[in-house]
Nanobody, 126 residues
């Protein structure tokens, strides 16, 4: 059973930074496609950033491109999301997601992913 555990959420003022971590249990970490999603109150869950395990290709939602960076440490089975220049509209619960796949047709679509973490709250105040 694959388990995902997020950490690093918190409260920050607009313009600040946070770094989220997601530790993936189990073996074959390099075979995973991984992503970060978020869900704000009253809104649908949306894909923020994704990475393909096969070649490290990264994908970003337009709203975070240039501000957020997804990365991973394969030796530590850990996925990261560096969030800079945070805005109040980035406030949401952030989820880590994973699936064993060579690549995904829609890497920011939640229907592509099989495993989910419990989420971590990010609050950005103006």
């Amino acid at each position: 059973q694959v388990q995902l555990l997020e950490s690093g959420g918190g409260s920050v003022q607009a313009g600040g930074s946070l770094k989220l971590s997601c530790t993936v249990s189990g073996s074959d970490y390099s075979k995973y496609c991984l992503a970060w999603f978020r869900q704000a109150p009253g809104k649908k869950r949306e894909g923020v950033a994704g990475v393909h395990g096969s070649d490290g290709s990264t994908y970003y939602h337009d709203s975070v491109s240039g501000r957020f960076t997804i990365s991973q440490d394969i030796a530590k089975n850990t996925l990261y999301l560096q969030m800079d220049s945070l805005k109040p509209e980035d406030t949401a619960i952030y989820y880590c997601a994973a699936v064993i796949a060579y690549g995904l047709r829609s890497p920011l679509s939640q229907s592509e992913y099989k495993y989910w973490g419990q989420g971590t709250q990010v609050t950005v105040s103006s």
